[in-house]
């Protein structure tokens, strides 16, 4: 058996024996409840009627986490698409149409993604925030439209932050520092204080600063390596202020900057027409477990700014609260794409020195957005009937473009195709430029109220109306593309998300829930093929299913759901069964050799899945806790595009993609009194099932190509004379499972820590990466080698 199989088979056998052990002892202490806020008024976790995981800031130092992706493997439901720093694509119980790629900018997110009550959430570029001074991460699981909108449908993410108090000193401290078997030395320093400003008034400033550290080796064309070439640093902070002049008014005025910069990406190269072991004309590349090959620097720049304004005032019966928010963002992701030009360059009968003229792809977004929400609320905790009713505003404008600076390619065209980029109306050299303008706006009305109608028996039921409109500009040049200039497009749609809550309370430690719920993802409008560079099948049969926009996805969610309390509170058991009816899923289409991304709505999907989580306390000492999600989660439509063949895997019966059927985490801590000070260890134990970033890649023959013309695989390319004629690659990526392992002392004040992350070095594929439908490149993208570290922490 695998060690890290042993090591989960093991933190399962020892949970549930602390199951048996927690029902004959009592304690003094309860597992603690986490205070949450996601109806959007505080709760006991335990008290809210769907299913919700949510953790503290110790929980997640506890368990290794550093940033999103990680903190996704202990939650169970939750799954990551990690592209490396700052482009997380998040998906909620399976329900995903596959990998959105940078330049897709018009698609939209299925998770929303919350700061507090600000949404920061912009389908591929969700903010990766530092997880220092939070007071909780909630997740909330199924359709959250009702209350938190479009982009919910799958669920929601919250970042709740420590908020500033009055009357109140308090500092702590933080530094940390890594190194790795197979990466280079990293750190963090981390700092916050909270200072009274009088009697009414309080501020919180925050500070960190991470040096990211690199594994990844890029083999350089001179055959040269440079080593963990994706390193970066993740710099920020936030300053927030507490006025209260009266005691029935607070006003929070907050400031939230983050600049995340990297100098590569965390991608593995399985294949690469310019460095492989085959070619002949030139030296041949072994690349290695970790390994790349590239011609420039990659990396991506990222500069978040958030200002918001949260003021509440307290009429007695009802609470009024607002909440303004602008973002102000600009991100600038290069990567290499010399394989992808040189590829276009071979086919039209370029020189070898000529396929390799570096290229890099440099995309720029500049998002400015700013929403309101304007809410009442019931205030009376003990009346038999709460309410929450209000109205929310979103407009943002986003500028989007892609440059491919390529010295020299103005003359190849003109020679080889008797044009040249410039003469389509892109920069010199530039076989493709693209400059896109949207302008989003967006208005809803929501409401939702719950009435015990007995001691045991409550309903809850709401609604929002919502009515958005998207407008877009689109500028297209170069030898790559179909010239044109300034072509609009606008999509918008109008409707209605409900939600029905039947709750069942025997007794105050177990609730039962059914519950019923719609959750809406916005539509947008697709950008054209690059036909010059398609080949004659996929400009007909991508050319087919094309569509200037694609509707709204909408899901129903049918859920039943339980939670309970044993042994005194020392056990908690929660469990839900839910089945999702999907309409019109937003399907991302890889157009193969076109270098094109399309959305294709499919007419009908689902998921049906089971989730729990178990957490026990059988003594002082011992603390367990392990959770589980098994997800089926099919297309239930074909789309041959005219022909006989499912198109991009859209297949009657096909997995989703992204999301793995089965996911697990387990941890075990176990503290000790040692003299005045309390010594724990904690091991956390995470498994991930096999899943598919694309639906294509299900679908034979993904996974090969081929230079038999007749074959029906992708045309194999073969630049330098490769000794073979076909090869074959992971269309699947395979399952993994992670170890992480702390001991460390605690204090009054402060705390210790050593740590060791991936114990056991797994080396796990997140994502399948590509250029060209995988005719350029073919690649990986993976997770952090072992790491082991120090942490210490001060309070004041």
Same mark, same amino acid.
Not at 93 to 99: K, L, P, T
Not at 702 to 709: C, M, N
Not at 729 to 733: E, I, Q, S, T
């Given at each position: 058996?695998?060690t890290?199989?042993q090591?989960f088979v ?14 004959e002892?009592?304690r003094?202490t ?7 806020t996601?109806?959007?008024r ?5 008290? &809210?009627?769907?299913s919700i995981?949510?953790v503290? *800031? ?5 368990t ?5 992706p990680e903190?996704?493997r202990?939650?169970p439901?939750l ?7 700052g482009?997380?694509?998040?998906a909620v ?7 959105v790629v940078? +330049?897709?900018?018009?698609v939209?997110?299925?998770?929303g993604?919350?700061?507090?009550? %600000? ?9 990766d925030?530092?997880?220092f ?16 909108g479009?982009?919910s449908? #799958?669920?929601? =993410?919250r970042?709740?932050?420590?908020q ?5 000193f ?7 520092? %890594?190194d790795?078997?197979?990466t280079?030395?990293?750190?963090a320093?981390?700092?916050v204080?909270n ?10 400033v925050?500070?960190?600063?991470? +040096? ?13 390596v440079?080593?963990n070439q994706?390193?970066g ?7 927030a ?8 008014l ?6 939230v ?5 990297? /100098?590569?990406?965390?991608r ?8 492989n072991p ?5 030296p041949?590349v072994?690349?290695?477990?970790r390994?790349?090959f ?7 720049d990222?500069?978040?700014r ?7 005032y307290?009429?007695?019966?009802v609470?009024l609260? %607002?909440?303004?928010s ?5 991100v600038?992701v290069?990567r290499?794409a010399?394989?992808l030009?040189?590829s276009v ?10 396929v390799?003229?570096s290229?890099?792809?440099i995309?720029t @977004? ?5 929403s309101?929400e304007?809410?009442? #609320?019931?205030a009376d ?8 009713a209000?109205?929310f505003?979103q407009?943002?404008g986003?500028?989007?473009g892609?440059e491919?600076? !390529? ?5 190849i ?6 044009? +040249?980029?410039?003469?389509?109306g892109?920069p010199?050299?530039?076989?493709f ?16 109220g719950?009435?015990?109608? !007995? ?6 039921a709401g ?18 593309a179909?010239?044109?200039? /300034?072509?609009?497009?606008s ?11 039947l709750?069942?309370?025997?007794? +105050? ?10 959750g809406?993802?916005l ?5 054209p ?11 007909a049969?991508f050319?087919?299913?094309f569509?200037?926009?694609w509707a709204?996805?909408?899901?129903w969610?049918? *859920?039943l759901?339980a939670?309970?309390q044993?042994?005194?509170?020392r ?17 991302? &289409? ?16 689902h @998921?049906?899945?089971v989730?729990?989580? =178990?957490f026990a306390r059988?003594?002082?000492r ?8 098994w997800?089926?989660a099919r297309?239930?439509t ?7 063949t499912?198109i991009?895997?859209?297949?009657d019966?096909n997995?989703?993609?992204t ?10 801590t176990?503290?000790?009194?040692w003299?005045? &000070?309390n ?5 956390t ?10 639906? #294509?890649?299900?679908?034979?023959p993904?996974? @090969? ?5 007749d074959?029906? #695989?992708p ?7 490769? @000794?073979?004629?076909s090869?074959t ?5 395979p ?5 992480n392992l ?6 009054e004040?402060?705390e210790?820590a050593?740590f060791?992350n991936?114990v ?8 399948l ?6 005719r ?7 997770n ?13």
């Open positions: 058996m695998h890290s199989t090591s093991l933190a399962l056998a020892l949970i549930v024996s602390a199951t048996a052990i927690a029902q002892q009592k003094d309860e597992i603690q409840q986490i205070i949450v996601a109806t959007k505080e709760s006991a976790l335990q008290d &809210v009627p769907f995981a949510a503290t *800031e110790q929980q997640i130092r506890n290794g986490t550093t940033d999103l903190l996704a202990n939650i439901g799954t990551i698409t990690d592209l490396g720093p482009q997380s694509q998040v119980r399976g329900i995903s149409a596959g990998q940078r +330049d897709q900018p018009g939209k997110e299925q998770v993604v919350y700061l507090d009550e %600000s949404p920061i959430s912009i389908a591929l570029f969700t903010p925030l530092d997880l001074d939070l007071e909780r991460f909630e997740i909330l699981r199924g359709p959250q439209g009702t209350l938190f479009a982009g449908l #799958a669920g929601t =993410l970042y709740i932050t420590v500033p108090q009055i009357n109140t308090e500092a702590t401290g933080e530094i940390s520092a %890594s790795g078997s197979d280079e030395f990293g750190g320093v981390k700092g204080v200072l009274p400003l009088g009697e009414k008034t309080a501020v919180r925050v500070g960190f600063y991470n +040096d990211l550290a690199g594994f990844i080796d890029a083999t350089q064309p001179s055959l040269a440079r080593e994706d390193s640093k993740k710099a920020g902070g936030r300053i202020l507490l006025w209260q002049p009266i005691e029935e607070s006003i929070t005025p907050r400031v900057y983050q600049d995340l910069d990297t /100098d590569g990406f965390p593995i190269d399985f294949y690469n027409i310019l460095a085959f070619t002949t004309t030139q041949p072994f690349l290695g477990e390994g790349q590239t011609q420039l620097t990659e990396g991506i990222d500069n978040f958030l200002g918001d304004l949260k003021i509440e307290d009429f007695g019966p609470t609260t %607002s909440i303004s602008y973002t102000d963002r600009e600038v290069t290499d010399t394989s030009t040189g360059t071979f086919d039209i009968g370029g020189t070898p020195d000529e390799r003229i290229s890099p792809l995309d @977004t500049r998002l400015h957005a700013f309101q304007l809410r009442l #609320a019931s905790e003990g009346a038999p009937f709460q309410w929450v209000g109205a505003y407009n943002f986003r500028r989007y892609q491919l600076p !390529t010295p020299g390619y103005d003359e065209t003109r020679r080889l195709a008797n044009t +040249d980029s410039a003469a389509n892109a010199p050299d530039n076989p430029f693209s400059s896109l303008r949207y302008d989003f706006r967006q208005y809803a009305l929501f409401g939702e719950t009435y015990d109608f !007995t001691e045991q028996w409550s309903l809850t609604v929002r109306w919502y009515d958005f409109k998207e407008d877009r500009l689109l500028t297209f040049a170069g030898f790559f179909v010239p044109q200039t /300034d072509v609009p497009g999509v918008d749609s109008d409707g209605f998300s409900p939600r029905a809550i709750t069942y309370r025997p007794n +105050d430690r177990m609730n039962f829930s059914a519950q019923i719920s719609r809406f993802r539509g947008g409008i697709n950008d093929l690059n036909a010059p560079i398609c080949s004659d099948e996929d400009r049969l050319g087919s299913v569509s200037p926009t709204d996805e909408k899901a969610n049918y *859920e759901g939670k309970t044993l042994a005194d509170g056990v908690i058991f929660n469990a839900s069964i839910y089945y999702s009816d999907i309409e019109d899923l937003q399907a991302n &289409v890889d157009a193969g050799s076109c270098s094109s991304r399309i959305v294709v709505n499919v007419p009908s999907a @998921t049906l899945g989730e729990a989580e =178990l059988p003594t002082e011992w603390d367990f806790g392990i959770s589980a999600t997800v089926e297309i239930d074909t789309i041959t595009g005219g022909g006989t499912p991009a895997g859209i297949r019966g997995r989703l993609p999301a793995p059927e089965v996911q697990a985490a387990a941890s075990i176990y503290s000790w009194p003299g005045a &000070v010594g724990y260890a904690t091991f134990a995470q498994y991930v099932g096999s899943s598919y970033t694309q639906l #294509a890649d299900q679908e034979p993904f996974g @090969t190509l081929d230079s038999d013309p074959s029906p #695989a045309a194999f390319i073969t630049y330098g004379d490769p @000794t073979i004629d090869f690659f992971p269309a699947k990526l399952s993994y499972d992670i170890g702390r001991i460390g002392v605690r204090g004040l402060w210790g050593l060791l991936n056991w070095d797994e080396r796990a594929f997140l994502s990466d590509r250029e060209r439908g995988t350029a490149r073919v690649g990986y993208l993976t952090r080698p072992r790491t082991y570290g120090i942490m210490f922490r001060r309070s004041f």
